[in-house]
């Protein structure tokens, strides 16, 4: 289950953060792309790659696993 999501307004990408403990980790989902990542930094890079910007980010509701 994640603790918290964030998405773009139109939905197309989304961002579930999960962890335990003190230990975080992001799922970013989106067309053809499905990819955890271990830190904020490194999720900002793949959404480079992915051409968006994490800044179009909303917070979502998160979803149970």
């Given amino acids: 289950m994640s603790a918290a999501a964030m998405q773009t307004p139109d939905g197309r990408w989304r961002v579930e953060v999960g962890g335990v403990g003190s230990i975080a980790w992001y799922t970013l989902?989106?067309?053809?792309?499905?990819?955890?990542?271990?830190?904020?930094?490194?999720?900002?890079d793949v959404l480079l790659e992915v051409g968006v910007d994490l800044s179009d980010f909303i917070e979502a509701s998160p979803e149970a696993a």
């Fill in 29 to 44: 989902v989106g067309p053809g792309v499905s990819r955890a990542v271990p830190s904020v930094d490194k999720l900002a």
